[in-house]
T-cell receptor, first 111, second 113 residues
Framework: GNSVTQMEGPVTLSEEAFLTINCTYTATGYPSLFWYVQYPGEGLQLLLK?????DKGSNKGFEATYRKETTSFHLEKGSVQVSDSAVYFCALSSNAGKSTFGDGTTLTVKP | DTEVTQTPKHLVMGMTNKKSLKCEQHMGHRAMYWYKQKAKKPPELMFVYSYEKLSINESVPSRFSPECPNSSLLNLHLHALQPEDSALYLC????????????FGSGTRLTVV
């Protein structure tokens, strides 16, 4: 079956530090890959996506590249802000109607 | 309109009560989902509706009963719940296309007493 593995958290960074959250996946076929963010007390928001190998998704300064050879989709941001503090979920979808989520990584950014 | 609206935001119910959660979207999405999320865990899929028909039921207990009256509305009827059913219930919508990604509502925080 499909699975998504995220780096364990929590992750604590100082403002303006570089962020990497690792995500690897196992899937049959050619999945689409997503990063979602969840702020406290809210639902998940789609942050970015990539639908085929070598695609780069980007949004709000965050980036992730679909690497088929390493089955990875690592999330990066060059300079984090306090407002980026949230839980980040990596996910894949290989069939319409069903996505597989990673366990989530909690990011705390300190001023 | 790019939102999924869920009501109520908070709900406390007894184990003998009947209540309903509601979800609405006006983005023209033809797939709608119910997820359950426990604290510090990823969302767990409960039900999927595609073109207003139930397409996936992830072996959810019958005390949870979904309903999709039309393409914009999704309900979750609750009856005889247990305290362990306390969680954040999230509704999401999408197109039935694996490339699309989901739009989630803010959720209903349910407490069963």
């Amino acid at each position: 079956g499909n699975s998504v593995t995220q780096m364990e958290g929590p992750v604590t960074l100082s403002e303006e530090a570089f962020l990497t959250i690792n995500c690897t996946y196992t899937a049959t076929g050619y999945p689409s890959l997503f990063w979602y963010v969840q702020y406290p007390g809210e639902g998940l928001q789609l942050l970015l996506k990539a639908t085929k190998a070598d695609d780069k998704g980007s949004n709000k300064g965050f980036e992730a590249t679909y690497r088929k050879e390493t089955t990875s989709f690592h999330l990066e941001k060059g300079s984090v802000q306090v407002s980026d503090s949230a839980v980040y979920f990596c996910a894949l979808s290989s069939n319409a109607g069903k996505s597989t989520f990673g366990d989530g990584t909690t990011l705390t950014v300190k001023p | 309109d790019t939102e999924v609206t869920q009501t109520p935001k908070h709900l406390v119910m007894g184990m003998t009560n009947k209540k309903s959660l509601k979800c609405e979207q006006h983005m023209g999405h033809r797939a709608m989902y119910w997820y359950k999320q426990k604290a510090k865990k990823p969302p767990e899929l409960m039900f999927v509706y595609s073109y207003e028909k139930l397409s996936i039921n992830e072996s959810v207990p019958s005390r949870f009963s979904p309903e999709c009256p039309n393409s914009s509305l999704l309900n979750l009827h609750l009856h005889a719940l247990q305290p362990e059913d306390s969680a954040l219930y999230l509704c999401a919508s999408s197109q039935p296309d694996r490339n699309y990604g989901y739009t989630f509502g803010s959720g209903t925080r349910l407490t069963v007493v």
